[in-house]
């Protein structure tokens, strides 16, 4: 999985991939397929994903700012410990992440610097409990323009 | 999505169907479904089977690796799945034959109200029962407890809180362990788990978590029915949840704890999420104290639940939960992993039983019962879906010589989320209900339709399998009339 595999797509005139995500049917609980065309690219998306899976949460207060890293073997893995931590960011301290910075993510490293707010709980409108983010059929794999991900929440 | 079975499914009889051992490279043991013709041909729609195949694969699994007629798709585990290992010939325990909610399960309270009695203020209860139970996302507890006392609780059990007043002693003998698994390691929970602990005690959950008012409807066992307080016609409440934010942090610490630990014992696993360590291992025992440390966490949580709905009952009928005959049938743990005496090839061993959305069923005359229900044997019991019925079984002789002491834990959804939202466009799923005699209430958006009765496997193909197996006979069928979710 290689930064200049992206690159080298754009040069052959290959639409760079925006960046995006989905969500899938996947059994008893929710899949997220995220898009972009570079693999830190993958980190706004994704979380975005996870939050569409709680609901649609709105924000107040002050902003605070906020860094993950975290150094591995397996990119698939430091992506599903991320949001993990996103998870954990937002069940436990009731905050959301945004303005997502990524200035490194390969298959040793992810650092994501970020914002919090808290959520509003008034104004939020929850649609379900994700109880974690699972190792099930995680994937990150090169497509043309770019990079696809899937990552399985337990609902 | 997943792909289906192609895979080989012998029948063994009419009530189950093996997976020969031949099947894939490593199986130790063949693998053993319980499901009729129709139930079959359903599982083949998933790959559940190569995930019992795939279980059959860990060290020191003893004689099957079995599922009940409720099985689908999990993570390592099939949904349904049962394994034992025996950790004297190198057996594992794995996070993934539990799950992330460890300690899931369901309690029945009975009581002496009929339909009539409860009918007329039935709006009234269910809206009541969704202001005082804490449910949905988001939604702490009204009950919070400082870290030293959730330590003490973790390690308690339901004790803990009914000695605070959450409860009747007489709830303790009428649940799975008393409320605690001995040898509790609330040490080994880490802060991030307390944190999440903390104000959840005492809290429904959301998903396919729910507390249902519903009414004796059938009897199939008048003897069984009597002993049990089940009379036809009279109100029961069914609270169906679990470990809460405190029980998924500890499979989530302990996923990654153990992420390279198969490795070191040499152990390959045929899939990731099978990651385990052998029981007797210094990250064997760290992963069961923990466990054990949110099961007793889960079994608090229903407990300090059960004692919130008598009070929303002793209000809306002005009367104490008491005097209302509300006493607690039995409480059932339905993701876990326990350790518990087997005879295998004639030799009494210990073995590791791993149940995920599996219920222990002990017989008649098992010594780990309380003493009034020694003769009768342990009630397990089966939620369906908030349309049509959920039922109580009684442990019998065949669970503890073909699955382990083990029963099925549930109906087995049908439709995954987003086809279940798809199916209820245009429609009104709470209207449905209603119609259906059911008051339902979710704080979720899409809950009601995520968790809509067509979802679910119908209930009585699951337990009928299991009666015919001489696993777990059938006693009485319950009706539901009012529904909270989260």
Known sequence: MSFDHAIGESKRGVAVVEPSFEIFDHTADAGIRVRAATLPGLIEPATRGLYAVIGELAETGEEESARFEQTGSDATELLRDYLAGILLLFERDHRKASTLETPVFDDGRLAVVYRTRSVDSEKSVYYREVKAVTYHELAIRPIPGGYEATVIVDI | MSEKYTGPLERVDETRWRIPRSYKAGMRVDGLIYADEALVAAIKEDKSPEQVANVATLPGIVKYSLAMPDIHWGYGFCIGGVAATDPEQGGVISPGGVGYDINCGVRLLRSTLTVDDVQPRLKQLVDRLFETIPCGVGKGGVVKFARKEL????????????????????????????????????????????????????????????????????????????????????????????????????????????????????????????????????????????????????????????????????????????????????????????????????????????????????????????????????PVLVPGDMGRFSYVLIGQPGSMEHTFGSSCHGAGRRLSRGAAIRASKGRSIAKELLARGVIARARGRTGLEEEQPDAYKDVINVVDVLHTAGISRKVARLKPIGVIKG
């Open chain 2, 151 to 378: 330590a003490a609780l973790m390690e308690q059990g339901s004790r803990f809180v009914v000695s605070r007043g959450f409860g009747w002693d007489s709830d303790l003998e009428a649940t799975e362990a008393h409320g605690c698994i001995p040898k509790a390691r609330p040490d080994l929970v880490s802060d991030t788990a307390y944190d999440r602990g903390v104000d959840q005690c005492g809290t429904l959950g959301s998903g396919n978590h729910f507390l249902e008012v519903q009414f004796v409807d059938h009897v199939d066992d008048e003897k069984a029915a009597k002993a049990l307080g089940l009379e036809k016609g009279t109100i029961t409440v069914m609270i169906h949840s679990g470990s809460r934010g405190l029980g998924y942090q500890v499979c989530e610490d302990s996923l990654k704890d153990l992420r390279d630990v198969p490795r070191k014992y040499g152990i390959e696993l045929p899939d990731k999420q099978l990651v385990c360590a052998p029981v007797h291992s210094s990250e064997g025992q760290r992963y069961l104290g923990a466990m054990r440390a949110a099961a007793n966490f889960a079994w608090c949580n229903r407990q300090v639940m059960t004692h919130l709905a008598r009070e929303v009952f002793a209000d809306v009928f002005e009367k104490p939960a008491e005097r209302m005959g509300m006493h607690l049938v039995y409480d059932v743990a339905h993701n876990i992993a326990k350790m518990e005496p087997y005879e295998v090839d004639g030799q009494e061993r210990e073995l590791c039983v791993h149940r995920k959305g599996a219920t222990r069923a002990f017989p008649p005359g098992h010594a780990e019962l309380a003493d009034r229900y020694r003769p009768l044997g342990q």
